[in-house]
């Protein structure tokens, strides 16, 4: 059992490895890196401000988010831890596979008073709460017709409303994980389940929640939409509102090492494709990626600040594994 589990991980790596590398490979057969680089070196300033403030806000309402379901479940942590743990998985996400920054949020909201269990069903929830939102703005994406001209992003945009339908009818119809589902993944599933049921009481935390997931769309695309205009195009606020969802499902996919070519492709195919020049629209794809390294080089800071304040017994915030982490 552990010598297959062992081979399809080594595979898996291998397999975000590769995609990644291709995708890279074909951002790079199809842009001058020189002229790229020009194009981002010209840009002003102020323009990297739309992506920082973006994520900056985001990150504290996904805090936001947490704190509330957390509290449902008992556990009271402050805004600032939260924002501390989102920072410092932003940063560990850099060098794992896309998703992987989602495993280090539960390993240190593990080592809080929340603990492993009820860590892990937030951060599941957190993600249910955002579903509704965006399987609505796909929907519309396919009914309108957004996504014509880019049929992966149709394809994915299809998928995600097929696994959103799937997820929502186990969680209304409360059904138990199957008598024939291995040990090992049903020893790990009966627990976040009972935790995720035992959200079911509070509705009211659950509904702000879902809440909440919208106004983080919504600075997504705008964040996109002003980076658009700074290329000199005027596209509609909504087709961009519509269209970034679909993207975003793709980028996040676990198929590549922190969505690093894939991001760029991503940005490549769907803006390309509506006329906006190759390097320009990979220029957009990179400067909005600066918010997201921002983030990440916060948690870097914070995570220097643990290691050497280690030695010092006084500084318990600082300290690793505790409940200020």
Known sequence: MKAGSSTARAALRWLRVGVTSLALWWVCSKVD???????LVVTPG?????????????????AYRMRILFRAMGAHLSLGILIRILCRSAFAGLVLPQGGAEVVKGALLARTSVGLGPAVAGLVTVKLTHMPTLAVLLGLALATGTLDAEPMLAGVAVAYLAAALLIGAVLVLDVDVPKWTPTP???????????IRSLRDHKRALWWCMAL???SMLINGLVIWTLIGHFGEAWPLLDVLLLVPAMDALILLPISVSGIGVRESVFAIAF????????SAIAIGLIR????LTRAAIGCMLWLLTATGRSDATDSATRGGTEHD
Do not use: H
Not at 33 to 39: E, M, N
Not at 185 to 195: E, G, K, Q, S, W
């Open 185 to 195: 993944i049903a020893t790990r599933l009966n627990p976040l389940m009972a935790a």
């Open 33 to 39: 890196i020189a002229k790229l680089g020009d194009v």
């Open 272 to 279: 390309a494709s509506r006329g906006l020049p190759m390097d």
């Open 46 to 62: 102020v323009v990297f401000l739309a992506p920082l403030i973006g994520v900056a806000v985001n990150t504290t309402l996904l």
């Open 289 to 292: 990626w600066t918010g997201e």
């Open 213 to 215: 997931s919208a106004p």
